[in-house]
Each structure stands twice: as structure tokens, then as C-alpha cells.
């Protein structure tokens, strides 16, 4: 636990995940400070802990921070993360989620910080060798932001074996759904995830959804993912950062409910969550989707104590579409 006058550096906290992950900390008596430049964010979702507009980029804000609070762990989510557009704009996604996060490192190193949380990806492991997927499977990612998050990882095991900085990396699948309580979830400027756009189209709010690809080599032709509900997310962040003050070992988990859905199972859950159709049409495949991504979270499970505790993505889509309905009040 840390000291009355320690904080918790949250960066990208006024993000999608950041921001329940920031409310989690707050509840569990934990003092954070977010730092968000907006970019992606909303700063009306850092309704805990102290806000600072910056970038993480920005070596003299970050040491100013490190200067004025007692940082004793940092968790990062400051990343672009449209696997889509990081094949089309590449230097965007090596400069935010590479560069950027070697120069918060940096000053975190030299400022004596032993504890890092770093939100990482399932897209490290490329197209699968085998399903589920575990920790042990080969890495090779597809796409430029998969290849961004791995780069930090490997980042990470030089920088604890050179300064002892203690790390858990968290390999999300598609982390989906919004807070229970309906204080927070999904809000983009221009949405590119499959179940806030499914509903929007559901809602009249969008004309169709665009299915990339209905050839795969999966049981109705669309690619098959592992959804997780955020708020499981937001517990498995606080479970690793107390392993590691704990005592704990650096590591990687993953973080997935070990089901796959496709596409179109997703949009006929999306139909029987509300009751509406959804309008869809067949596109062209996505660079650098595979096929078929599923997680083997048992390691989670056994070593953090981790269990998700929604399971059905019926019940995901229905947290999502409360909030979807909130947002139009």
C-alpha cells in the first residue's frame, strides 16, 4: 500500500480503460494524479484524484510531477490504439507509444519510481500458433501497434535488469462494456470499436456497420475475438500493482475471458440486448486483423487472483448500451 503522501501516476486516466482504472484506485484508497493530453480523453472523466493537461511526452511537465509529488507507481495507458491506423500512419504510433514512453520512463527512473503498470496488447502475438493463447506463445506482431507495445516490453525487462524497475505488462484482448454504475465508458470522437458502433447503428445514430471481411477461416467467415469487460480490466490493474508491492516479480499476463465471439454473434447479441436490428454491409479485411484471437488468462487467475466477473457478452453489451443511452440524454 503506499504512504499518505505517495501518488499513483495514471497516464491516458481520462481514457476509456485509464478512467475506470482511475476510479478503482480512488475507491481502494489510493491517491492518483492523471495526466491526459485530451487528445483521445475527456476531462470530464477524471471525476477522481488530481488532473493534470499534458503530455507524457514532455520531459519538463513529467519532471515537474515527479518534483512536486511523491510518485510511487506509475500505471500507462497513454497510447493510440487503431490497429487500422497504425498501418496507414506508422511514425504516429512509434512516436506516442514508443518514444514517448521511453522519455516517461526515463524520468521516472530518475526519480527513483520502482513500480510500473503498462497496459499492453494481445495484437504482440501476431497471428496464432495455437488457441487459446497463453503467455508462453511466440510474440510476432502484424501490425505497427502491436510492434510499438512489444518494443516496450522489451524495454521494460532491460530497464529492471539496469534499474531495478519493477513491471507488470497486461496483454488485454478486446476490452469492451462501460462502468456499471454508468459514471463512465466509451467515447470517441470518430468510434472505430465493434460494439459502441454496432449500437449506435442500432440506435439510429449510424446508418450501417461495415464487417471487415466475411472470409475468414472461422464458422460464419468473421473474425472471432475474446471481449473483457472494463471494469475486470480495472481489477486486474489493481491486483498486479499490489503483487508488486507485494513483493512480486516482474511479468506478463494476459487479460481475457478465454471465449471468443464473432462478429456476427456480436451484432446478433447486440439485436437481442435492444430489441433493433443492425444494418450491416460486407467491407474489405483489415490489415493486420488475424483471424482469430482468444486469451488463456489461467496464469492471471492462479498467480493475481484475478476472475472476471462478466462472462457473458450479453451482459458486456448491456452495460454498454446503458451508457450508450446515458450519453444521448
Known amino acids: 500500500m503506499v504512504k499518505m503522501d505517495e501518488y499513483v501516476l495514471v497516464t491516458g486516466g481520462a481514457g476509456y480503460i485509464g478512467s475506470h482504472v482511475n476510479k478503482l484506485l480512488n475507491l ?6 492523471v495526466v491526459d493530453n485530451l487528445v483521445n480523453g475527456r ?9 493534470i493537461l499534458g503530455d507524457i511526452g514532455d520531459e519538463a511537465l513529467l519532471g515537474l510531477i515527479f518534483k512536486n509529488y511523491r510518485v510511487k507507481a506509475i500505471m500507462h495507458f497513454s497510447a493510440f490504439a487503431d490497429v487500422g491506423e497504425s498501418v496507414s500512419e506508422p511514425i504516429k504510433y512509434y512516436i506516442n507509444n514508443v518514444n514517448n514512453t521511453l522519455i516517461l520512463l526515463k524520468k521516472a527512473i530518475e526519480s527513483n519510481v520502482k513500480y510500473f503498470i503498462f497496459s499492453s496488447t494481445c495484437a504482440v502475438y501476431g497471428n496464432p500458433l495455437r488457441i487459446p493463447i497463453d503467455e508462453k506463445h511466440p510474440t510476432d506482431p502484424i501490425n505497427p501497434y502491436g510492434r510499438s507495445k512489444l518494443i516496450v516490453e522489451y524495454a521494460l525487462k532491460d530497464f529492471e535488469l539496469a534499474y531495478g524497475l519493477k513491471y507488470v505488462s497486461l496483454r488485454y484482448f478486446n476490452a469492451a462494456g462501460a462502468d456499471p454504475e454508468g459514471e463512465l465508458g466509451e467515447w470517441h470522437e470518430r468510434e472505430t470499436r465493434l460494439i459502441p458502433i454496432t449500437l449506435k447503428v442500432a440506435l ?11 472470409d475468414y477461416n472461422t464458422p460464419d467467415g468473421t473474425c472471432i475475438r475474446d471481449y473483457i469487460h472494463v471494469s475486470d ?18 511479468d506478463v499476463f494476459n487479460l481475457g475471458i478465454g471465449r471468443g465471439f464473432s462478429v456476427k454473434e456480436v451484432i446478433r447479441a447486440v439485436e437481442e440486448v435492444t430489441g433493433r436490428k443492425v444494418r450491416f454491409v460486407i467491407g474489405d479485411r483489415r490489415p493486420g486483423d488475424p483471424p482469430v484471437l ?22 458486456i453489451i448491456k452495460t454498454a448500451y446503458l451508457w450508450e443511452l446515458r450519453k444521448g440524454i
Not at 204 to 214: A, P, Q, R, S, Y
Open 43 to 51: 476531462e470530464g472523466f477524471v471525476k477522481w484524484g488530481k488532473f
Open 28 to 33: 481502494k484508497g489510493y491517491k492518483t494524479i
Open 204 to 214: 439510429g445514430k449510424v446508418e450501417h456497420l461495415e464487417i471487415f471481411g466475411d
Open 294 to 315: 482468444i486469451a488463456d488468462a489461467s496464469k492471471a487467475r492462479k498467480v493475481l487472483g484475478w476472475a472476471p466477473e462478466f462472462t457473458d457478452i450479453k451482459d
Open 233 to 250: 480490466l480495472a481489477k486486474a490493474h489493481i491486483l498486479a500493482l499490489e503483487y508488486l508491492f507485494n513483493g512480486g516479480n516482474s
